[in-house]
């Protein structure tokens, strides 16, 4: 499998919005973690679902080349 190169900057305790697998909804995240490992040698986040779907409250986690941008930087 090969990844997209991902450029969008951000850190924990940023709100971001990422794209699911599969055509699922778009998702809004506070992220709690960011790894340079979160699966198959890649680098993404890990965090709470704040809005988009039915996960919303839930520990979700993603790709760095899922990230469709950085809505809010945290304080």
């Known amino acids: 499998m090969t990844y997209q190169v991902h450029t969008l900057a951000y850190e924990a ?3 971001i919005e990422y794209r699911t697998f599969g055509g699922g909804p778009t998702r809004r995240v506070l992220v709690e973690y960011r790894e340079d ?5 890649e680098p993404g986040f890990s965090g709470t679902a704040i809005e988009g779907g039915a996960d919303v409250g839930s520990s979700v986690w ?8 950085v809505v809010r930087k945290g304080a």
Do not use: E, S
Request: net charge negative; glycine share 18%.
């Open 13 to 15: 305790g940023d709100v």
């Open 37 to 41: 490992n979160i699966k198959n040698g």
């Open 62 to 69: 993603g790709y760095d080349d899922q990230i469709t941008r």
